[in-house]
């Protein structure tokens, strides 16, 4: 038998996420004597899924993070650590913001190259424009490209590329029996949260000014007004953490909304919940409205989150008006569909896309 290919993924941190879950599971599902996969993060105090990648027998380096100022620093250590391990063949970047540093350095050392498009914007402001500028030479850098969507492809490395053969989708895929539909598991999370039968609502994802939490909070502040017993669980962390208590208590949900931390039974979260929400500024083609789907709850998402997410019909995209999604919110829309097939028929479970990506590294070599 050939040795394994031996490939980096590069991801930026081990934090409990939607693109880092995607990858960790891809990775566990591939073949370890085909394909040995071992990660790269820059924000080593984000490590939330450390035991978990180390459970997979995969390695973990740490690199400087990019700080505009330390341009050196970065290409010597990247530049030292391929010279140290020349055991790797492929470098696979889930980080785009300054990958254009470290892709030319991979190729020096004999590594194929590939960039994965995990979004569709970068937002707006200084920091956005920096990013833009920054990852825009990554369509002159990689040997492959990848996008979660044709119009994540496009936003990153422009449609040129996206109609020539280095560009291949590969789909948010997720574990479908995790999160498929599970009654008994409803009723254990219903009375450990000590819920009856209140309407239950879950946003789960990054707390940045991406998700637009604040906008969340805002809305089902008014919805109270008419469901003054329903409840909202937010899953995650972030930047905005402390702006979302403050805001919680600004409003007086203290008694209504329920903050969880980053944790590995959001499948079983989902089940809990009737209705997941996300009223994100920019998405991608996201992986929690994927798994939120796969557990049967209808998912209200902005109107500028990516449409081909909508793999099953339980997404409705709204506008960002408060009272459109209000008013949403006050009808019926609590159902539980069973959608394992239509997930599976749609490519997006990840044992089908983690055979695709073990044949597409082992070809590439």
Not at 70 to 85: G, I, P, Q, R
Not at 150 to 166: I, N, P, Y
Not at 197 to 211: H, L
Request: with cysteine.
């Amino acid at each position: 038998m050939s040795e394994p290919v031996k490939v980096l993924e590069m991801i930026a941190s081990l934090n409990y996420g939607g693109s880092q879950a995607m990858i960790v599971n891809l990775c566990k599902a591939m073949d370890k004597n085909k394909v040995q996969c071992d990660f790269i993060v820059d924000h080593p105090e984000l490590m939330g899924m450390k035991d978990i990648v180390e459970s997979l027998g995969s390695k973990i380096y740490i690199m400087p993070t990019f700080k505009g100022t330390n341009l050196k620093e970065v290409k010597d250590a990247w530049d030292s650590f391929f010279t140290e391990h020349p055991e790797y063949q492929i470098l696979h970047s889930h980080s785009r913001s300054y990958a254009s540093i470290y892709l030319p350095i991979a190729k020096k050392h004999g590594l194929k190259t590939i960039i994965h498009s995990h979004n569709t914007s970068n937002g707006k402001g200084l920091t956005a424009m920096v990013k833009n500028l920054l990852q825009y030479p990554l369509r002159n850098r990689a040997d492959y490209f990848i996008g979660c969507s044709k119009e994540a492809g496009e936003w990153l490395f422009g449609e040129k590329v996206v109609k020539g053969d280095r560009f291949y989708v590969l789909n948010n895929a997720i574990d479908t029996d995790r999160f498929t539909y599970d009654e008994s598991v409803r009723n254990k999370y219903r009375k450990l949260f000590h819920l009856k039968d209140e309407k239950v609502f879950i946003q789960v994802g990054r707390m940045s000014e991406q998700k637009n939490y604040l906008f969340t909070l805002d809305v089902f502040s008014e919805y109270l007004k008419n469901d003054p017993d329903a409840r909202l669980f937010l899953v995650g962390n972030g930047e905005l953490r402390d702006q979302i208590d403050s805001k919680i208590s600004e409003l007086g949900l203290q008694n209504n909304v329920t903050v969880l931390e980053y944790r590995n039974d959001v499948n079983c979260l989902l089940q809990m919940a009737d209705v997941f929400l996300m009223p994100s500024l920019f998405e991608g083609l996201s992986v929690a409205a994927v798994e939120a789907q796969a557990s049967g709850i209808k998912c209200l998402l902005s109107d500028q989150c990516d449409r081909n997410v909508n793999i099953t019909g339980l997404c409705e995209f709204l506008p960002l008006k408060k009272e459109t999604w209000v008013n949403r919110m006050n009808e019926d829309v609590s159902l539980r569909l069973y959608t394992k097939e239509d997930i599976i028929k749609a490519g997006f479970d990840v044992d089908t896309t983690a055979k695709w990506l073990e044949s597409f590294y082992r070809s590439i070599i």
